[in-house]
């Protein structure tokens, strides 16, 4: 509830445990639409852990492009487990160089 509060007054921090909350279950029911709706609102607010959290969730669903982009704008912002996904990415033949340099 105070996550949920914190959360009304745009805190990034709050809508990022919320959405980690929702995709682990952890004191409400498991709802992972909600999960992203909560670290979308936390990456918008620049939270580089929700946006790595976007590109897991996006690589998961087999968007790969759209888990690059969430994955680069991390590693931009300093997140080392971001840019090792986005070398990741490389290695597998679905990031182009430029994409890795850009990193």
């Known amino acids: 509830e105070l996550y949920e509060?914190?959360?009304?007054?745009?805190?990034?921090?709050?809508?990022?445990?919320?959405?980690?909350?929702?995709?682990e279950g952890i004191g409400v029911q498991k709802d992972t639409a909600t999960a992203i709706r909560y670290h979308e609102a936390a990456a918008m607010c620049g939270h580089v852990h929700a946006r790595y959290n976007l590109g897991?969730?996006?690589?998961?669903?087999g968007n790969y492009d759209i888990a690059l982009q969430h994955w680069m704008i991390a590693a931009k912002l300093g997140d080392k487990v971001a840019l090792d996904c986005v070398k990741k990415l490389f290695m597998d033949g679905l990031a182009t160089k430029a994409d890795n340099a850009q990193a």
């Open 5 to 23: 509060r914190a959360a009304e007054l745009s805190f990034e921090g709050a809508h990022f445990n919320l959405g980690c909350l929702y995709d």
């Open 56 to 61: 897991h969730e996006e690589h998961r669903a």
